[in-house]
T-cell receptor
């Protein structure tokens, strides 16, 4: 399968714990995006990378959230000191570097904070 | 505030009925437009897209969408739905020069056999 992959698919954690998610984009895609989706809502943009550079961050991305893409390939999203409000589906997407910005999504990581 | 609006969040219809889902956006200027579909238990998949040219675009599985610039709309249609079209449908807008997609809240469509 050459699509976007995410790991883990599900994560249950206790409030206050740190969690880290991984995303592997489509191999030839230079752009990588993180979105968050809560029940009854569409995905909301969190952050975006062009190769290894993090070029844009949403105000939704509080200082407890950090994302990296160290070698311009896979990316990690870490949430420190998780809160119940962080419970959501975290989606990763990737795209080519062009004007069309057609994004391909992974299956997501569902986070439940108890 | 700039936004993407999808109304009638829950739609229930019978097989062979026609489906139309509305999408309106408030971004000015040139935009790229998308409809994504999420089948039960699956991830978001691209249904169709509009970048430029013919405002009537055809996607997979018999879906089509029409871009009406004057109305800031990109409505999705299918003349005759099937049970397998049961899914959640999301409209997404990418303002030209911006790298993020802005999504609507989605339409949960249930097709009764």
């Amino acid at each position: 399968d050459t699509g976007v992959s995410q790991d883990p698919r599900h994560k249950i954690t206790k409030r206050g714990q740190n969690v880290t998610f991984r995303c592997d984009p489509i191999s030839e895609h230079n752009r990588l995006y993180w979105y968050r989706q809560t029940l009854g809502q569409g995905p909301e943009f969190l952050t975006y990378f062009q190769n290894e550079a993090q070029l844009e961050k949403s105000r939704l991305l509080s200082d407890r959230f950090s994302a990296e893409r160290p070698k311009g390939s896979f990316s990690t999203l870490e949430i420190q000191r998780t809160e119940q409000g962080d419970s959501a589906m975290y989606l990763c997407a990737s795209s080519l570097t062009d004007a069309y910005n057609e994004q391909f999504f992974g299956p997501g990581t569902r986070l439940t904070v108890l | 505030a700039q936004s993407v609006s999808q109304h009638n969040h829950h739609v229930i219809l019978s097989e062979a009925a026609s489906l139309e889902l509305g999408c309106n956006y408030s971004y000015g200027g040139t935009v790229n437009l998308f409809w994504y579909v999420q089948y039960p238990g699956q991830h978001l998949q691209l249904l169709l897209k509009y970048f430029s040219g013919d405002p009537l675009v055809k996607g997979i599985k018999g879906f089509e969408a029409e871009f009406i610039k004057s109305k800031f709309s990109f409505n999705l249609r299918k003349p005759s739905v099937q049970w397998s079209d049961t899914a959640e449908y999301f409209c997404a807008v990418n303002p030209y020069g911006n790298n993020r997609l802005a999504f609507g809240k989605g339409n949960q469509v249930v097709v009764i056999p």
